[in-house]
Structure formats: structure tokens, C-alpha cells
């Protein structure tokens, strides 16, 4: 059975960065071992990454979101702590300018998965977009979040997002 996990958005502009909160930091470790055991049974991985430039403020993102983060080559756009030190030149990872990646969703559907675990940051937004979009890719595909390896600044928030995502057959587990 062919597995994916995608590691959404684990930057460090989301965890300690311009849009950190706290609490993000904690999921560094459940998302290092989930990295750990895929790649320990042969399965895959693959990483997002919000990606802006420069003029960030002037997208339409950036003006309903007036924050500027992940500027592509920043210290904010790159990955957080030991979650960085699975990402190499052999690991898909997807450069998206907005919530969800096509690029991602394309994959998926082509290299056919069975099941696509998603974890990472932040729930309510980009995790859940992607989500969404992979799910519509593999309509037939176990597509999954891992609470324990998600979150988003509000709690009652990220628990709303795993309400949405349950709905549109994405299993929730360790809840």
C-alpha cells in the first residue's frame, strides 16, 4: 500500500516567527517521529512551503493578511528545528504562494496513493486546504490529520478546523 505524509508549513515564521503562537514549538517532536516511522517502513514524504516574495503586502493574501512571513530565502521561510533535517535534494517539496498547493494535489493523484497523512501548520488554514485539495485528487484515498501534529494559534479554532475536515472525510486521529 503506498503512503505519502505531507509536513505542511512546519516554518519558522509559524512557529517562533512573525505568526508564531504558542505552543507551536511542541509539535516538533510527534511530527519528527511520524517523519521517522514513514521513512522507517519505506513510505514517503513530502514537505510545503508558504512561499512569498518581497511584495507579499501588495497580493491579495498579503492584504487580508497584512503580516509579511515566509519570504522565500528569509530565515522565517525555513524550516523549524530537527523537522529541517529531513527535508534533502531527494524529498518532493511544494512552493506555494497561497493555502493550498495544486502542485501538491497533481502529485498525489499521480503517483496514485492509498492513504495521505497530513500534519503540520496551521490547521485551520493551510493544512486544512490541502486537505481538501488532496482529498478531491484521491477521492478514494484514506486521507487523514493527525491531531497531535497539528494546531493553529486558537485552540477552539483548531478544533473547528478538525470539525470541518471530519465532515469532508478527512479521518481525524489521536484526538
Not at 487580508?64 to 529531513?86: F, I, K, Q, S
Amino acid at each position: 500500500m503506498s503512503k505519502l505524509l505531507v509536513v505542511v508549513d512546519y516554518q519558522n515564521d509559524f512557529v517562533n516567527g512573525s505568526l508564531g503562537f504558542p505552543g507551536a514549538e511542541a509539535l516538533e517532536e510527534p511530527i519528527c517521529r511520524k517523519i521517522e516511522e514513514y521513512k522507517a517502513r519505506g513510505d514517503d514524504v513530502a514537505f510545503t512551503f508558504d512561499t512569498h516574495g518581497e511584495d507579499y503586502l501588495e497580493t491579495q493574501e498579503g492584504k487580508n493578511l497584512p503580516v509579511t512571513h515566509c519570504v522565500r530565502g528569509m530565515p522565517g521561510w525555513e524550516l523549524y528545528g530537527r523537522v529541517a533535517d529531513y527535508c534533502d535534494a531527494l524529498t518532493p517539496c511544494f512552493h506555494k504562494p497561497a493555502f493550498g498547493s495544486m502542485a501538491l494535489a497533481y502529485y498525489a493523484k499521480t503517483q496514485g496513493y492509498e492513504e495521505v497523512e497530513l500534519c503540520g501548520l496551521v490547521s485551520n488554514i493551510c493544512v486544512i486546504s490541502n486537505a481538501v485539495l488532496v482529498k478531491a485528487a484521491l477521492p478514494e484515498a484514506r486521507v487523514s490529520v493527525d491531531a497531535r501534529c497539528t494546531a493553529c494559534a486558537d485552540p477552539a479554532m483548531n478544533e473547528k478546523a478538525l470539525d470541518v475536515m471530519e465532515g469532508l472525510q478527512v479521518a481525524v486521529t489521536n484526538r
